[in-house]
């Protein structure tokens, strides 16, 4: 089992920046993929960006390109998204999520672990 644990989420005015941080336990998190994905109420979970394992494959949703960055601190179990020039369109409930493997980076089926999610919210 995986446990994973995210935070850094809260209330930011557009154009601000949030870091979130997703802190993993409970298996070999070096080995595993992980995933930024964001859902607001009543439509679909969206996959904003994912990392490989070793840190050197990454991939952003187009939406984000540009203004997120996703890195990895395998050494201390943690997963990052650093969120830039932020929009209201941004708010959601970010979660954080783990792949033992990877065939469709931005395909939340791959993932095997979810955390409990944290709310940003952007305000105009």
């Known amino acids: 089992q995986v446990q994973l644990v995210e935070s850094g989420g809260g209330l930011v005015q557009a154009g601000g920046s949030l870091r979130l941080s997703c802190a993993a336990s409970g298996r070999t998190f070096s080995s595993d993929a992980m995933g930024w994905f964001r859902q607001v109420p009543g439509k679909e979970r969206e996959f904003v960006a994912a990392?490989?394992?070793?840190?050197?494959?990454?991939y952003n949703a187009d939406s984000v390109k540009g203004r997120f960055t996703i890195s990895r601190d395998n050494a201390e179990n943690t997963v990052y998204l650093q969120m830039n020039s932020l929009k209201p369109e941004d708010t959601a409930v970010y979660y954080c999520a783990a792949a033992r493997s990877w065939g469709t980076p931005d395909d939340d089926r791959e993932y095997n672990y979810w955390g409990q999610g944290t709310q940003v919210t952007v305000s105009s």
């Open positions: 990392i490989g394992w070793n840190g050197r494959n990454k």
